[in-house]
């Protein structure tokens, strides 16, 4: 049972690291193609446009090399890029949304 409780948390911790980093992918796209603000819907967004980029690439990587472990390092580094770009906005969206409450 403390087994099973475990393989589930390490599911949750690992989809929310890779939901942070198809964010910041997501969010990288969204700097480089529109404007500087973030809403509430450039983070749902980000999410998906993040989560299809790195198909894509995967896509292509696959044609010349091989997907392992390597490779989610990269993808991963670019999603923290992407985060750490968009502090800033990031920083700003959350105050002023939970200034409203």
Not at 15 to 44: E, M, N, P, Q, Y
Not at 51 to 64: G, S, V
């Amino acid at each position: 049972m403390i087994l099973l409780f475990g393989a589930m948390i390490s599911l949750i911790l690992i989809w929310a690291f890779l939901s942070l980093v198809f964010i910041g992918i997501g969010l990288l796209f969204h700097r480089i193609c529109s404007s500087k603000t973030i809403r509430l819907r450039d983070w749902l967004d980000s999410f998906w446009i993040g989560w299809a980029l790195t198909i894509i690439f995967l896509q292509f990587w696959h044609l010349f090399f091989k997907v392992d472990g390597s490779i989610l390092v990269l993808i991963s580094l670019f999603g923290l890029l992407g985060l750490a770009i968009s502090f800033k906005e990031i920083r700003l969206f959350v105050k002023k949304n939970l200034a409203k409450d």
